[in-house]
Structure formats: C-alpha cells, structure tokens
C-alpha cells in the first residue's frame, strides 16, 4: 500500500505528477534497498535538493543518495503514511503535509510517530517534477530512546 493511499488532498488541485512524486518518495524512502539512496537523489531531489529534518541538513543528489542506507541501518523497516495535505499557493509547488511513520525495531517493537513537512517542488507543473526541499519536523526521542535500549 502507498503512503498516499489514504491521503486527504486540498481542494486546490494538485497535479498528478506531484501527487506521483510524494509517493515516489514515501515509498522509495521506506525501502532499504542498495538502490534507494540513488533513486531518492537522482529520481526524486532536483540535483541541488535538500532534505532538513528538525536541524540535521542534507544537502544536493549525491549527499542524499549517500546518506540514505545509514538512516535505516538501526531499524528494519518503516512506513511513513500521508493523512493531509496543504497547499501554500495555486501552483501547488509550495505543500503541507501531516502524517506519521511506523518504524519496526531490530528488537521486535513497532514505534509510531508524527510528522509534519513542507515541500518545495520544482517544476511542479511537468511531467516529471522533482523535490527541492523536504523539511520535516518531528519528536525523535522515543525512537532515540528505543535505540539506546530504554
């Protein structure tokens, strides 16, 4: 099932290539395949893209195709869920996003967690928009906690 399954999108119309791309990109993100680090930097980000999660920053194609294998390295596995979707102007270039991700411990355990994110999309308006920014917001401290065996 896509992250964006069971998404609520804004009455402002948001073109079907951007609604393709967060998919793209939830789904990709949550896969700790070789290649998803380079499908996220070079299918997803605009080769000067950037991911900023709270303050950590990861900047341009390469770095977040680098970058990726050890964000999953300490789980199994995620899934991250799109419940709402906001836009910030007509062109739908500029979004909202509120959701949560279930993270699956090597331990067994499920934590569950939500975010929220704005994303900047480049060429929005084509047929193959890419990210420029994904700047998310989210309490990492029981998953901290959960890492460090508590």
């Given at each position: 099932?896509s992250?964006?399954?069971?998404?609520?999108?804004?009455?402002?119309?948001?073109?079907?290539?951007?609604?393709?791309?967060?998919?793209?990109?939830?789904d990709?993100?949550?896969t700790?395949?070789?290649?998803?680090?380079?499908?996220?930097?070079?299918?997803v980000?605009?080769?000067?893209?950037?991911?900023?999660?709270?303050?950590?920053?990861?900047?341009?194609?390469?770095?977040?195709?680098?970058?990726?294998?050890?964000?999953?390295?300490?789980?199994?596995?995620?899934?991250?869920?799109?419940?709402?979707?906001?836009?910030?102007?007509?062109?739908?270039?500029?979004?909202?996003?509120?959701?949560s991700?279930?993270?699956?411990?090597?331990?067994?355990?499920?934590?569950?967690?939500?975010?929220?994110?704005?994303?900047?999309?480049?060429?929005?308006?084509?047929?193959?928009?890419?990210?420029?920014?994904?700047?998310?917001?989210?309490?990492?401290?029981e998953?901290?906690?959960?890492?460090?065996?508590?």
């Amino acid at each position: 099932m896509s992250a964006t399954t069971h998404t609520e999108w804004p009455s402002t119309p948001v073109p079907r290539p951007v609604k393709d791309l967060i998919a793209k990109f939830m789904d990709i993100g949550d896969t700790k395949s070789d290649e998803a680090g380079q499908r996220l930097g070079y299918e997803v980000f605009a080769p000067d893209g950037r991911i900023v999660v709270n303050k950590r920053s990861i900047n341009g194609a390469a770095e977040i195709a680098a970058t990726h294998k050890d964000q999953m390295a300490s789980i199994k596995g995620r899934r991250h869920r799109v419940d709402k979707v906001y836009t910030c102007n007509e062109k739908a270039d500029d979004l909202l996003l509120i959701g949560s991700v279930e993270r699956y411990l090597h331990d067994g355990r499920t934590l569950v967690t939500e975010w929220a994110s704005r994303l900047v999309i480049e060429n929005a308006s084509c047929e193959e928009p890419r990210l420029k920014l994904f700047n998310a917001w989210s309490d990492f401290s029981e998953f901290l906690a959960a890492l460090n065996g508590n």
